[in-house]
């Protein structure tokens, strides 16, 4: 399956189904351990692209899932929104991402 590159939160898309099917392909992507995946997922939460609202806890939970898996800018990215979050909104953020995790892995058991 060949994803979409989010570019910064500025790639024009045709309609509202072209951007949920991004979401979904990214989505279901990440759920396989995609890396690029989840720093998009960040990405178009950050910005509020691709049809999804900004979400600076959604958008932590992913940059942190790419980062602790070796992207190197999703981890610049989550430190960077970090500074615009309260520690309850990290704290929920973090939260999320080991609850995606423990799903993660009870999908591929």
């Not at 995609?34 to 950050?46: I, N």
């Not at 939970?61 to 309850?88: P, Q, V, Y």
């Not at 080991?98 to 892995?105: M, P």
Request: hydrophobic share 40%; glycine share 8%.
């Amino acid at each position: 399956m060949k994803l979409h590159k989010i570019e910064g939160g500025r790639t024009e898309l045709p309609g509202d189904e072209t951007a949920d099917m991004l979401i979904a392909n990214c989505l279901a992507a990440a759920s396989q351990g995609d890396v690029t995946a989840c720093f998009d997922l960040g990405v178009a939460y950050s910005t509020g692209s691709h049809g999804v609202n900004c979400d600076l806890i959604e958008a932590h939970k992913w940059f942190n899932l790419a980062a602790t898996r070796g992207h190197e800018e999703a981890s610049w990215c989550r430190a960077d929104i970090s500074d615009e979050m309260t520690a309850r909104e990290i704290a929920e953020a973090q939260r999320r991402a080991r609850e995606w995790l423990i799903q993660s892995a009870r999908h591929a058991a």
